[in-house]
């Protein structure tokens, strides 16, 4: 059941147009009619792709008791791909060659036999296929939360995004957008009644320049770096506790895994896995040579619910987040679904209130001074407070 049960990975999506008043039978509805499977014509890169009910890569059975919970309409994306193999292929045509090649008095093939081979040998094998014997299937679930009429995608990689909007977009005639720290930043800076830097990221180290290479003509996803950096700063230098705009508090802590990489593109990518990455020497080195955060393991306590995941810097996805547990007094099957639900929507408000968080400083006209300090930090000039 995807978002219901284990570790949750996604990408978040914000839904243009009004949400619906309700999950009902329309959206099933539509859901059947852009079944996996039911498609006549592949795409021209011979992939298939389709919706799915959720309880495994062949359930097509749609149902509101099933898909509908706590508000939110629960499915996957079934990607289908023919994969012939490519070591069958060669036995096909050897075998066919050696037929067609029996009765030459030279003893080799000649190279009109050889196409004779091959023509052969891939029309037997599509033959095949036509049962799908070769097909592999994968199925990515999404979760779409009316309350918010947003979307979560249940992966952290973008291979799958247009594939995944464009068919979502003609099953509800709703198009999606991807919500990146670029993007998150400016609706959170339109409530903040501030303007968002589209050019000009951060030197955090004199002398590495402000452009990044991962964010090419311009945009300002490169705050989610930014985000990462000052996270990392912020608990080594000033507190591991942060006071949030609705009152609240998150206690966070880098844990797990840290990849950093040149934003000039010039001394290449680090990955360093610990339980206290953000505190070995050669993490602070690489971030001293004018590197920056691209993923950081976080661990977040809000509301006394815990959070372990992985932050994606561009995009703000989520990575293998494991969730609380469950509380004993939910015990009904369908309790559960709901509290999750609801957990899952305590996530990303905890997620979005640190981001605004960070937002309110990094868009501020006091930023000038905070870079100054996180500056001094990376010279080894700042340390945390006893």
């Not at 067609?100 to 094998?125: H, I, M, T, V």
């Not at 995941?309 to 309790?335: F, I, N, Q, W, Y």
Request: net charge negative; aromatic share 8%; with cysteine.
């Amino acid at each position: 059941m995807g978002f219901f049960t284990g570790r949750v990975t996604f990408l978040r999506f914000a839904v243009g147009g009004q949400a619906p008043r309700q999950f009902d039978d329309e959206q099933l509805d539509r859901l059947r009619e852009f079944a996996a499977g039911r498609q006549t014509v592949a795409a021209a890169d011979g992939v298939e792709a389709g919706w799915s009910a959720g309880k495994s890569v062949l359930d097509l059975d749609f149902d509101l008791a099933k898909n509908v919970i706590n508000d939110t309409l629960h499915f996957d994306l079934r990607v289908d791909t023919d994969r012939l193999p490519g070591d069958l292929l060669k036995a096909y045509y050897e075998a066919d060659l050696t037929a067609l090649a029996r009765d030459n008095p030279s003893g080799f093939a000649s190279a009109k036999q050889k196409r004779e081979a091959k023509e052969s040998a891939q029309d037997r094998l599509q033959q095949e296929a036509k049962d799908g014997r070769f097909k592999k299937r994968k199925c990515t679930p999404v979760l779409w939360d009316r309350a918010t009429n947003e979307v979560l995608f249940g992966a952290a990689s973008a291979a799958q995004v247009d594939r995944f909007s464009d068919l979502f977009a003609r099953t509800f005639g709703l198009p999606l957008e991807l919500l990146t720290a670029g993007r998150q930043a400016e609706r959170t800076a339109a409530s903040l009644r501030l303007a968002v830097p589209t050019d000009d990221a951060s030197a955090f180290v004199p002398g590495t320049g402000t452009e990044v290479a991962w964010v090419p003509g311009g945009g300002s996803d490169f705050l989610g770096n930014e985000y990462l950096l000052w996270l990392w700063f912020l608990t080594d230098t000033d507190t591991d506790t942060v006071a949030l705009s609705d009152g609240s508090e998150v206690t966070l802590m880098p844990t797990r895994t840290l990849s950093l990489d040149c934003p000039r593109g010039v001394t290449g990518s680090e990955t360093i896995a610990s339980e206290g990455p953000t505190r070995l020497p050669e993490a602070r080195r690489a971030v001293q040579a004018g590197k920056l955060p691209r993923k950081m393991g976080l661990t977040l306590v809000r509301h006394a619910e815990q959070y372990d995941l992985t932050l994606h810097a561009e995009t703000l996805a989520v990575g293998s987040c494991k969730m609380p547990a469950l509380p004993d007094d939910v015990t009904e099957a369908r309790a559960k679904l709901d509290e999750r639900a609801d957990q899952l929507r305590e996530l990303l408000e905890t997620l979005d209130l640190l981001y605004a968080r960070f937002l309110a400083v990094r868009l501020s006209a006091g930023w000038a001074g905070e870079l100054t300090r996180v500056q001094r930090w990376l010279a080894g000039a700042e340390q945390r407070a006893a």
